[in-house]
């Protein structure tokens, strides 16, 4: 069964707005489907919305308003948390609009106490649970660990939305949930919902359609680069990715190119491995850069010792741009590939690696149609299936690239014809490797895609067909912010 994990319906929901389809519409369908299902249940009698100070709340407020016009259903909302403290502005607005419906009884809850007083559980005909939804994570706190007891105690219909709360909607570990006699999940049927442990909470799962653009799914859009890992406040070097760029020789500027994207991007650290005859000048570049000396005028199989142990102070290899496609160079990359954990494949190094990927690497290649070609695959609509068969992730480049992991396929869009000056593949290269240190192959190639392409959106503007590569990652951290 087709599903997703919670942090990719954030990065739609996002990329909804990015395209112009605002959270309220969306919050708005999703609340007249929960209200639908009441009304489909009882006809009439007595509702008691729960809600939590989140998106699912909002859904409730919503649902509550449409209820609140129909005479034969008497509502009543129980909002756990202070009015003040609603997070976000979509269900803030809803909520607001509330005093303006015909509610029998609107109360914040702070104690679980309280609720018990009002009596509201013991007289509805029906509850709905929008308490806590997808954004569960950890050990459950109060009032909200007893108010998912008071909602089992109670002998009453029960409708979740989104997900019981307190459920993993990801499928890991949870302390308590709510026991439903349905579930309303929005959009598609989310991860942890598909596991043997969720019919338990859930019962019945109804999949609502609430009107998601079709795009913000195909398309990577800003909404992706949301669901990125996050710096702590508490971080230390390394933490945010060590990264070896593994380059040069024939050419010098490519690895340098690729190590300040990766800079630019958030990596704590990045070497460059390089030929000895580059090395100096690679150096010269940035006194931010690391740079390792190798033994000869290009990568050779004798350096292959002398990587094997970089690797193993790195999160992620980035290797292949400036190496030029020596036998001897192909031959070294075939020797190294094994080595890393992780591996983003870019310009010469395609051309030694062996597919499909070894057992023990995750791999992201990043081939333009050409390279593509050479290594045995058939343009866009071939992808998704090169990618199932021979293992890595797979970023097409293109006036559109293609990103898939053989299961998903994602188009990005951003970019521009300026952007055929020579570095930026490099460029796009060292952000990649960044973003794999802390995120998903398919995650880190996406994002990528989408930053590289902005990025040079923004340079073009400033500087026309003129804009360099360069140019390009000196304006990516205006794309992160």
């Known amino acids: 069964m087709r599903s997703i994990t919670s942090s990719r319906m954030r990065a739609i929901d996002a990329n909804c707005e990015y395209l112009g389809l605002k959270g309220l519409q969306l919050m708005e369908n999703a609340g007249a489907a929960i209200a639908r299902e009441v009304k489909e249940r009882i006809g009439s009698g007595k509702v ?13 407020f919503v649902a509550a308003r449409h209820l609140a016009s129909d005479p034969d259903v008497t509502v009543y909302i129980a909002l756990v948390g202070n009015a003040t403290r609603i997070r976000t502005d979509d269900a803030r607005h809803n909520f607001n609009i509330l005093k303006h419906c015909n509610i029998e009884g609107i109360t914040e809850i702070t104690d679980a106490s309280q609720l018990k007083k009002k009596g509201w559980i013991d007289d509805a005909d029906i509850i709905v649970d929008a308490l806590l939804g997808t954004g569960i994570s950890g050990k459950l706190r109060e009032p909200e660990s007893t108010v998912i007891d008071m909602i089992n105690d109670s002998d009453k219909q029960v409708i979740a939305v989104d997900v019981p709360s307190g459920f993993d909607p990801d499928g890991g570990d949870i302390d308590k949930a709510v026991i439903a006699d349905i ?9 942890g919902l598909t596991t043997s442990l969720a019919r338990e909470y859930t019962s019945e799962v109804k999949v609502v359609n609430i009107g998601v653009c079709t795009d913000a799914e195909r398309y990577v859009g800003s909404g992706d680069l949301k669901v990125l890992q996050k710096r702590h406040a508490d971080s230390h ?26 800079l630019r991007t958030g990596a704590d650290i990045v070497t460059v491995a390089a030929p000895a005859s580059v090395a100096g000048t690679i150096a010269s570049y940035s006194p931010n850069i690391i740079v390792r000396p190798l033994s000869s005028d290009v990568l050779c199989e004798e350096d292959v010792g002398t990587i094997a142990e970089l690797i193993t102070s790195h999160d992620v290899v980035v290797i292949g741009m400036g190496l030029g496609r020596a036998e001897r160079t192909k031959t070294a990359i075939s020797k190294i590939i094994p080595f890393c954990k992780k591996v983003v494949v870019d310009a010469d190094g395609l051309y030694g690696i062996e597919l499909p990927v070894p057992e023990d690497t995750t791999m992201i290649i990043t081939p333009h149609a050409g390279e593509f070609r050479s290594l045995g695959g058939h343009g866009a609509d071939d992808v998704q299936a090169f990618s199932r068969e021979n293992g890595p992730t797979v970023l097409l480049k293109g006036k559109e690239d293609t990103i898939s992991n053989g299961e998903r396929v994602a188009i990005n869009s951003t970019g521009n014809a300026g952007m055929t000056v020579g570095g930026t593949g490099d460029v796009l290269a060292g952000i990649s490797g960044a973003l794999f240190a802390t995120s998903s192959p398919m995650e880190a190639a996406c994002c990528a895609a989408f930053i590289n392409g902005a990025a040079g959106d923004l340079a073009f503007e400033d500087k026309g067909y003129g804009l360099l590569a360069t140019d390009v990652i000196d304006r990516i951290t205006d794309v992160m912010k």
Do not use: Q, V
């Open 183 to 191: 579930t309303l999940t929005f959009h598609e049927m989310k991860t």
């Open 237 to 262: 070097k390394g933490n945010s990715g060590r990264i070896l760029i593994i380059g040069g020789g024939p050419y010098s500027g490519a690895p340098a190119l690729a190590a300040m994207a990766a």
């Open 48 to 60: 008691i919305f729960i809600a939590g100070r989140g998106n699912n709340g909002g859904d409730a």
